[in-house]
């Protein structure tokens, strides 16, 4: 039974990969100290998973940017554009890719970005041509392996890791219309025949390719392209073992494609889907050879392994197929969870004692492995930590528990209807056509940063620090009085991070020291972390938004981050199903809303930016997260009065194929992003007739251009021919948070005067 890892994080302890990217990119060190730097960090990892005496071990999961860039780097896939910048080196050829190139009168934009599955890890989507051409192009992952041949005793034990064909593929966009990406196997196999044999000649014996398409709903076109292409490998590289991928989610399918592929082993996600475990012993007890890798640690969350449970697993299979065809290893690359939780020095013991980052993860299998060879002692210690859960207080809160549990119909249902809603709301505030609004953040300047790190290092007293807060906001408030803006909001100033803002202040959730993530490129997150029942200890943002109302006779808008999004955010207990913990937050979110409201605060927003990107792999999940995450949004919303408005927000434009579960949100306004597809996301708005009031963002916050009034006009317009003129707001796509005071002070300012031109001509 081998034990193997799909991949290790490899941002470094101390975030050394952002440091050194970032100071390269600003020329303060040269491409040796880069490269010595990322030696370093793959050097670390690799003895790390040699201690932990793994049989193989993933080479070519580093990267310096994005592991799906280097396979475009490694098979030649780069546009023209690039290819013509004049650059001394091919990893500035490579960052231009990623980032860019806006140099001596170049002007060269990156590749588009997007979301690895459905993690938060974002990568580079390859462009492909109609004529597209392959080649073996970087010489990346032959670096690494003779760099790892160097740290590795043998040879023997390096795995190179690549993304398989099909899935690299499907990543991928055609930049012209009139071909399909999926025709370009023909060219592509054979460059990956030529890279597994000489990944062969060079005394490899392991490769693995990751399929994570094996766990989509494959088009038959898919299917088709995959079996021609393993097909192909096998027969032309043999000598070799390869092991195929899969994860996120059950690939049992799609197992009838291995049917006649010879591959020597199928990875699939144990974590996500045990239910996929009985499909495939009884297919593999039938295939004479093919070896299973069993994913049983689960590398996107941060809970330690119970091991009575994987072990059932590992013998269950081993009943079946006979130990020599087993694997074991985690679920997916250890890339979404933080590096190691000896760092954390400020979690409370018992939750420490449960949590596993991935240099534990690693041991994890070792320990899997003994317990099979029979020590109890491990088996005996592990389930001790699962069987404490209910008495230790940190954990468990009757009452919540309960109160989660006994959720009515009433309890997610506003008093009225939202015509009769929309009626008393228009009675009470008197709201002029088109009323206008931000939706949330404004600038948080440098000065406001300094000001928050000397607040954290204590050099900076709670009282002072709370004192020049409330100085930005009487100045927010100001400016969008001069502004004219019809609903003011306070500017968000305090908070970092919307969901870590709120975390800081829920029981239940902790915030970790250094539990770093990589989001895309250099830049990491640092989820909170659920642990335990959620419940709001008091008010979390009521004292600023009355100060923020009491500066001014217009009306305040409160500003809370919705269930999901925090739940989508952060690492989640694995102990309870998950719309449990959605629940509790919710309850807590409704409760902040019900002290806002009693407070004199009419209006509030509860964002819900994470909604879309909760949604499962698999369309046939899709109704069963609806269900709970809509669920949970409205137990937030619905304890207000008819009078008090409940707004909602979300950044992103797709919504054709959700329609309806946003307008099951019941948000009496929701604002969105729309600028930038020039209000077409209304048609389905429109084709479905959404019954409440929208704010189809007018002016794209994502670039420092200011629109003129006159396209702002438009926009309005154009909004007004599909949805009624008494439904629309006019607001930005998304918050300010990013943006510079100038550039904000204008655009604001065209805005609020295009709304008073459709009043008076639309
Ligand atoms: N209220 C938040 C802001 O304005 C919303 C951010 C978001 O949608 N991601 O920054
Ligand atoms: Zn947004």
Known sequence: MLKHNLGYPRIGIQRELKKACEAYWSNKIDSNVLFEIGKKIKKENWKNQEKAELDLIPCNDFSFYDHVLDMSLLLGVISESYLSIPMDHNIDLYFSMARGFQKNGWDIKAMEMTKWFNTNYHYIVPEFHKNQKFSIFSNKIFDELEESKKILKSVKKIKPVLIGPISYLFLGKEKEKSFHRMDLIENLVPIYIKIIQKLKDKGVSWIQLDEPILVLDMSEKEKKVFKYAYGEISKFCSGINILLASYFDDMSENISLFQDISVQALHIDLVENSSQLEKLISFFSKKSKMILSLGLINGRNIWKNNYANSIQKIEKAIKFIGEDRIMIAPNCSLLHVPLDIETEKNIHLDIKNRMSFAKQKIYELNDLEKIIKGNKKVLIKNSSLFLSEKSSYIFYDKKIKERATKITEKDIQRDNHFHIRQKKQREKFHFPLFPTTTIGSFPQTREIRSLRNKFRKKELSQEKYDEKIKNFIIDVVKKQEEIDLDILVHGEFERTDMVEYFSDKLKGILSTENGWVQSYGSRCVKPPIIYGDISRIGDMTVEWICF?????????????????????????RDDQPIFHTAYQIAWAIREEVLSLERSGIHIIQIDEPALREGLPLKKKYWKFYFNWAIKAFRISSSGVKDETQIHTHMCYSEFNDIFEHIADMDADVITMESSRSKME??????????????????????????????????LIKKASKKISVENIWVNPDCGLKTRKWKEVLISLHNMTKAAKMARNKL
């Open 548 to 572: 923020a109302q009491s500066h001014t006779k217009k009306l305040m808008k409160g500003m809370l981050t919705g269930p999901v999004t925090i739940l989508q955010w952060s690492f989640v």
């Open 681 to 714: 996301l209304l048609d389905a708005f429109s084709v479905f007739s959404y019954p409440n009031e929208i704010g189809p963002g007018v002016y794209d916050i994502h670039s420092p251009r200011i629109p003129t009034v006159e396209e702002i006009f438009e």
